[in-house]
């Protein structure tokens, strides 16, 4: 079978990889720390787990419209005048399946051949591998700690043009960096100057440590986000994004939906109009992250990775190896294999020092964390 060319231009996403080699492994009896994955260990919320076997019960398990339930969009509405006190329009907001289905609806409608789609490196993989489909070019942007791993407008300025579409991630995977409100303001002003558009995936959003961010829709309603369940409302397997577009954008989206996956999941939907209602359960889990954040830098520096930024956000640690001179590749692979420590490497993430850098979750209980970095220890003390 002749597999089309295209499909080349895809990287494969080696965070995956790992998880299906590391899954291998424990199903031949190796006991496998996994840092590698990002996906919270807690369950889901019993309420959002009863509103989703009530709906099987009253049989709402039918298609729903294509933009998402109304009372959905209506609710997502909500919660930003609740707690950013945004007037969004749920006319504005579009249901998707997970944020991976809104990036694709989002990048169909937007590029194109001779079109061009800036992101940051290190970055998301995904966004870069979803717009290879669309064969447009991508334009990688290199930060550094000097700005926190952040886009800049002094970034901007060294383009020889700026990207028809920007996708930022805030808080940032994999660094966990935070963009201050101010630097997307200038980011945004910049690109609306000639007619280009922000993006901002903010999935990560409600993990933020401290005072949380506001939503990026504060500085202007131009901009677009991407949000979504899984990793704040703990729904990774329920698939339910959602983001908000300028109106003259649903209707192209909906069409692309409607001929992609018609409408996203419907008893998904009807369980997450109880997510927003868990303040308590979400404010735990993000205080657990940053706890855990807490213990996870320091012993890493310990074990003599170099650690540029304390996250701010999310559940990761972006580390480098340069002290043992070994591709990341290499040295994911070893940690794995050697160590029983599944980790990924800095190419998921880019191109740019990725083979010196490497990205740790720590979206996995405590003791288990404690007992990877112990066992990193011992193969550390005895690399060679």
């Given at each position: ?53 009530q709906s099987i019960r009253s049989d709402r398990t039918f298609y729903t419209h294509s933009l ?317």
């Amino acid at each position: 079978m002749k597999v089309a060319k295209r499909t080349d231009a895809i990287a494969p996403f080696y965070v995956m990889e790992l998880l299906e080699k590391a899954k291998e492994m424990e199903a031949s009896g190796r006991d496998i720390v996994h840092m590698e994955v990002g996906e919270p260990d807690f369950p889901t919320p019993f309420a959002i787990k009863e509103g989703a076997i009530q709906s099987i019960r009253s049989d709402r398990t039918f298609y729903t419209h294509s933009l998402g339930l109304p009372e959905l969009r209506a609710r997502v509405s909500r919660h930003y005048r609740e707690t950013d006190g945004l007037v969004v329009p749920p006319e504005r907001i579009v249901i998707t399946n997970g944020t991976s289905g809104a990036f694709l609806l989002l990048f169909a409608a937007l590029l194109e051949r001779g079109k061009s789609l800036g992101i940051s490196d290190p970055g998301y993989p995904c966004y870069k591998n979803i717009a290879s489909l669309l064969d447009c070019e991508i334009l990688s942007i290199p930060v550094t700690e000097e700005t926190r791993f952040e886009v800049t407008q002094d970034h901007l300025d060294a383009l020889d043009r700026l990207p028809d579409l920007l996708v930022l991630a805030n808080p940032s995977n994999p660094t966990g960096a935070v963009y201050r409100e101010g630097t997307l303001s200038s980011l945004y002003g910049a690109l609306s100057a000639e007619d280009r558009l922000l993006v901002v995936d903010e999935i990560y959003l409600g993990l933020a440590y401290g005072d949380k961010p506001r939503s990026a829709l504060a500085v202007s309603d131009d901009i677009i986000v991407v949000n979504g369940f899984s990793k704040a409302y703990a729904m990774t397997g329920w698939r339910l994004g959602w983001m908000v577009v300028p109106r003259e954008l649903v209707r192209p989206i909906q069409k692309f939906a409607q001929n992609i996956y018609i409408s996203p999941p419907s008893i998904s939907q009807h369980a997450a109009l109880y997510a927003f209602d868990n303040v308590g359960g979400l404010d735990r889990m993000r205080k657990t992250y940053e706890e855990r954040g807490g213990l996870m830098v320091p012993r890493l520096k310990d074990l003599g990775f170099r650690v540029p930024i304390k996250p701010e956000g999310a559940f990761y640690v972006y580390a480098g190896i340069e002290r043992w001179g070994i591709d990341s590749m290499v040295f994911t692979e070893r940690a794995l294999n050697e160590a029983g420590v599944a980790f990924t490497p800095g190419y998921d993430f880019g191109s740019f020092r990725a083979g010196s850098h490497v990205r740790f979750s720590y979206a996995t209980g405590i003791e288990r964390l404690k007992e990877g970095c112990d066992r990193l220890k011992k193969w550390l003390a005895g690399l060679k």
